[in-house]
């Protein structure tokens, strides 16, 4: 593919990002809790570890794609839950629908997406995974399962990691709240990033697809009540997979195996809920020791290149999943931008199993860390 769009690493299409969405809507995305050193200790934790190169080995032919909870992913990646993707530009939560669709991989569908959980099901034929966020009212959220059930979704991921929502001051600053409340200082913010207001407003503010009414979902509601005793309830309820999301402790994962789940997903959020948060990669390795070879392990926060990912594979993901970086390449260039950051990412892979010596992504083990 040409690459037109000037994407040619996940931090070109931040920078693009940068300069065309309102600073708030780019603060709602990059943000991270407190100062953001969490995130930003975890992305040079990531940077800082090495990879071993073999030489002389017949690596022309290369597989990335990888399985995953009985998919058979045509590149090694998926896409993280985010609630109001939209804001990065009209129709994302249907871009990358698509792309699932199209490349086998799943799709987290947010409680707090911009578009309900019944089109992302549709558009993403199949690959949608729904997340679910305790929002205080046993009533929403069985009603939330009963739609995913209906809508033929067969994998739930639940999120543990927000019993009180991360402060995020960059977020704060700007007043960020859903639904928007425009005042002057958003005013101008708008004024100033004319392509993204005008095509925002053509297409109508983004709002809380899943819910008629944008209050009946407070996103920043509490969920502190949220116990072991819930999660059976959740497992008793939901007959399809279960993935539980923004796991750090070894313990927390054992437990969770005893109560039934399919899959953990290791995650800090990306950095967006405890400043002070261990390096999940570290987390990622010390969980797999603790659980063994076999138990379905899917990691999340920080990834941004295609070593990053192949490093991910190391430490013991048997999937990971993006965030940010696939909504600035939305933001950046739009259904294309999110095409040509996916094939870098892609080459990227390719490009360091070449250079391991290796001729399948599944060979990624520890074995290549230095
Ligand atoms: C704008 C934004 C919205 C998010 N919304 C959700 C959400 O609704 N549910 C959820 O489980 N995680 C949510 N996350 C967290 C992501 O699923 C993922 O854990 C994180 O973005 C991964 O880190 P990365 O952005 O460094 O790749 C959100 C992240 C961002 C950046």
Same mark, same amino acid.
């Given at each position: 593919?040409?690459?037109?769009?000037?994407?040619?690493?996940?931090?070109?299409?931040?920078?693009?990002?940068?300069?065309?969405?309102?600073?708030?809507?780019?603060?709602?995305?990059?943000?991270?809790?407190?100062?953001?050193?969490?995130?930003?200790?975890?992305?040079?934790?990531?940077?800082?570890?090495?990879?071993?190169?073999?030489?002389? %080995? !017949? +690596?022309?032919?290369r597989?990335?794609?990888?399985?995953? @909870?009985?998919?058979d992913? *045509?590149? $090694? /990646?998926? &896409?993280?839950?985010?609630g109001?993707?939209?804001?990065?530009?009209?129709?994302?939560?249907?871009?990358?629908?698509?792309?699932?669709?199209?490349?086998?991989?799943?799709?987290?569908?947010?409680?707090?997406?911009?578009?309900?959980?019944?089109?992302?099901?549709?558009?993403?034929?199949g690959?949608?995974?729904?997340?679910?966020?305790?929002?205080?009212?046993?009533?929403v959220?069985?009603?939330?399962?009963?739609?995913?059930?209906?809508?033929?979704?067969?994998?739930?991921?639940?999120t %543990? !990691? +927000?019993?009180?929502?991360?402060?995020?001051?960059?977020? @704060?600053?700007?007043?960020? *709240?859903? $639904? /928007?409340? &425009?005042?002057?200082?958003?005013?101008?913010d708008?004024?100033?990033?004319?392509?993204?207001?005008?095509?925002?407003?053509?297409?109508?503010?983004?709002?809380?697809?899943?819910?008629?009414?944008?209050?009946?979902f407070?996103?920043?509601?509490?969920?502190?009540?949220?116990?072991?005793?819930?999660?059976?309830?959740?497992?008793?309820?939901?007959?399809?997979k279960?993935?539980?999301?923004?796991?750090?402790?070894?313990?927390?994962?054992?437990?969770?195996?005893?109560?039934?789940?399919?899959?953990?997903?290791?995650?800090?959020?990306?950095?967006?809920?405890?400043?002070?948060?261990?390096?999940?990669?570290?987390?990622?390795?010390?969980?797999r020791?603790?659980?063994g070879?076999?138990?379905?392990?899917?990691?999340?926060?920080?990834?941004?290149?295609?070593?990053?990912?192949?490093?991910?594979?190391?430490?013991?993901?048997?999937?990971?999943?993006?965030?940010?970086?696939?909504?600035?390449a939305?933001?950046?260039?739009?259904?294309?931008?999110?095409?040509?950051?996916?094939?870098?990412l892609?080459?990227?892979?390719?490009?360091?199993?070449?250079?391991?010596?290796?001729?399948?992504?599944?060979?990624?083990?520890?074995?290549?860390?230095?």
């Open positions: 593919m040409r690459n037109w769009s000037g994407i040619h690493t996940s931090e070109d299409a931040r920078n693009i990002a940068k300069r065309r969405l309102p600073w708030m809507v780019f603060d709602y995305f990059d943000g991270a809790a407190g100062a953001g050193h969490g995130d930003l200790l975890n992305q040079q934790a990531i940077r800082d570890m090495r990879l071993q190169t073999r030489v002389l %080995v !017949d +690596v022309e032919k597989n990335i794609g990888k399985s995953i @909870l009985g998919i992913a *045509k590149v $090694p /990646f998926g &896409i993280s839950p985010m109001m993707c939209n804001l990065a530009c009209p129709g994302a939560d249907l871009m990358l629908a698509r792309y699932a669709a199209k490349y086998n991989i799943p799709h987290g569908a947010s409680t707090a997406a911009s578009t309900s959980l019944e089109r992302i099901g549709k558009e993403a034929n690959h949608a995974w729904f997340q679910l966020y305790f929002g205080g009212n046993q009533e959220s069985d009603s939330l399962l009963d739609r995913a059930e209906a809508a033929g979704y067969e994998t739930l991921i639940f %543990v !990691d +927000v019993p009180e929502v991360g402060r995020r001051p960059r977020e @704060l600053r700007h007043g960020f *709240k859903m $639904p /928007f409340k &425009i005042g002057p200082r958003q005013f101008i708008f004024a100033l990033h004319p392509h993204w207001s005008i095509s925002s407003l053509i297409a109508g503010a983004p709002t809380l697809a899943n819910f008629d009414n944008n209050g009946a407070d996103r920043t509601a509490s969920r502190a009540g949220v116990n072991w005793d819930f999660l059976d309830r959740i497992r008793q309820r939901w007959k399809g279960l993935v539980v999301k923004g796991v750090l402790h070894e313990g927390d994962a054992k437990q969770l195996v005893a109560h039934g789940v399919d899959a953990i997903q290791v995650s800090s959020h990306g950095g967006r809920q405890l400043e002070s948060v261990a390096e999940p990669i570290h987390a990622l390795a010390r969980i020791t603790a659980l070879d076999d138990f379905p392990l899917i990691y999340d926060s920080g990834l941004r290149t295609g070593e990053d990912i192949c490093k991910a594979y190391a430490m013991g993901a048997d999937f990971v999943m993006l965030g940010r970086p696939l909504l600035f939305m933001a950046a260039g739009g259904e294309k931008g999110l095409h040509q950051l996916c094939d870098v892609s080459q990227e892979v390719s490009i360091a199993l070449a250079q391991m010596g290796l001729n399948d992504i599944s060979q990624v083990d520890s074995s290549v860390l230095l």
